[in-house]
């Protein structure tokens, strides 16, 4: 059986629940559509990624050891409050004093409750754990509504955590690592300049959300609904230098018949002699390059095939315009 792999972004060290009002555009209107590089920061729950001992009076305490707590999980809920920061846990554990405490914390989608008892060392209680609150890393900008201020990117999930909010920003390539069999490559990129969007969503077809952007290096077009693509020559526009966006030739070998959202609504294959020289073919932070047929967008790239890295898969337009509530009109 072939290997996929997501976009797994690279992750670093909030999403309050926004009610988007129905948006509408016409089937025939033309959209902008992006391909430069964008890094997401994104505020997450609150996640363990290491541990300590704590020395006091001769002694190593570890609190975490007796909660069974591990690096990767996420801490819910400290003493039933609502941990949603680092911050908020700090105030949790400041509040509740050295007592011995409830906490609920989430490993590989279980719910974990069990208890944990802080250490009082220099009037600073503590749990031993070094945490994060935030996913950052970088991604491609796939279509911009510039009457609504609207974005699409990444064509699939960031995170199965729940979310609190969030900012793009703009991205410069500084690297590549190119993909081989069984290996996904990866832009390294650097992150430049102040917020330039509010991320609103992060759903099965990718971080969604609402920003003033440069369209200097866009192209407007329309767009294709997913009964109107096909099989053939199609390209991508992705960035692989610097911020200079590029477009790249790819094949549509596949598409499928799909009444619902799925992240796999096309199968493609790089053809161009170029990208592949330079990346071995799809690597990480391409995912939400869009996908250009008969000179119309059909959607974006979303997967790698790592058995093959010349292959992948794309989701339709229409399932990312779905998730930020575009209403489409005749």
């Known amino acids: 059986m072939k290997k996929i792999v997501l976009f797994c972004l690279f992750v670093i060290v909030s999403f309050i629940n926004i009610n988007i009002f129905a948006y509408s555009i016409n089937k025939d209107d033309y959209i902008y559509v992006g391909g430069q590089s964008i890094g997401l920061d994104v505020k997450t729950n609150v996640c363990v990624v290491g541990t300590y001992g704590i020395e006091l009076d001769g002694k190593i305490y570890k609190p975490w050891q007796d909660a069974k707590i591990k690096d990767g999980d996420y801490i819910i809920k400290y003493a039933n409050t609502k941990i949603t920061d680092a911050k908020s846990l700090e105030?949790?554990?400041?509040?509740?004093?050295?007592?011995?405490?409830?906490?609920?914390?989430?490993?590989?989608?279980?719910?974990?409750?069990?208890?944990?008892?802080?250490?009082?060392?220099?009037?600073?209680?503590?749990?031993?754990?070094?945490?994060?609150?935030?996913?950052?890393?970088?991604?491609?900008?796939?279509?911009?509504?510039p009457k609504y201020n609207l974005f699409g990117s990444l064509g699939h999930k960031l995170t199965n955590n729940e979310i609190y909010g969030g900012n793009i920003y703009n991205a410069t390539i500084n690297s590549i690592i190119k993909s081989k069999r069984n290996s996904a490559g990866e832009k390294r990129a650097s992150i430049t300049g102040e917020a330039i969007g509010d991320i609103l969503k992060n759903t099965i077809s990718g971080v969604h959300g609402r920003a003033s952007l440069d369209t200097k290096q866009m192209v407007l077009m329309q767009y294709k609904r997913r009964e109107e693509v096909h099989t053939g020559d199609a390209y991508i526009r992705t960035c692989i230098e610097g911020n200079k966006v590029?477009?790249?030739?790819?094949?549509?070998?596949?598409?499928?018949?799909?009444?619902?959202?799925?992240?796999?609504?096309?199968?493609?294959?790089?053809?161009?002699?170029?990208?592949?020289?330079?990346?071995?073919?799809?690597?990480?932070?391409?995912?939400?390059?869009?996908?250009i047929q008969d000179n119309k967008l059909v959607g974006a790239l979303t997967h790698v095939i790592l058995s093959n890295p010349l292959e992948g898969y794309g989701i339709y337009l229409e399932f990312m315009y779905d998730d930020l509530d575009i209403n489409i009109s005749e």
């Open 91 to 145: 105030e949790a554990v400041k509040v509740n004093g050295s007592k011995e405490n409830d906490i609920t914390i989430k490993r590989n989608n279980y719910i974990i409750d069990t208890k944990i008892k802080p250490v009082l060392k220099n009037n600073i209680i503590s749990l031993g754990l070094y945490i994060k609150d935030n996913i950052l890393g970088v991604g491609t900008l796939t279509y911009y509504l």
């Open 246 to 291: 590029e477009e790249f030739s790819i094949r549509i070998t596949k598409c499928y018949n799909q009444k619902q959202k799925d992240i796999k609504g096309m199968k493609i294959e790089v053809t161009d002699e170029r990208l592949i020289s330079k990346t071995g073919g799809i690597i990480q932070g391409m995912s939400g390059s869009p996908i």
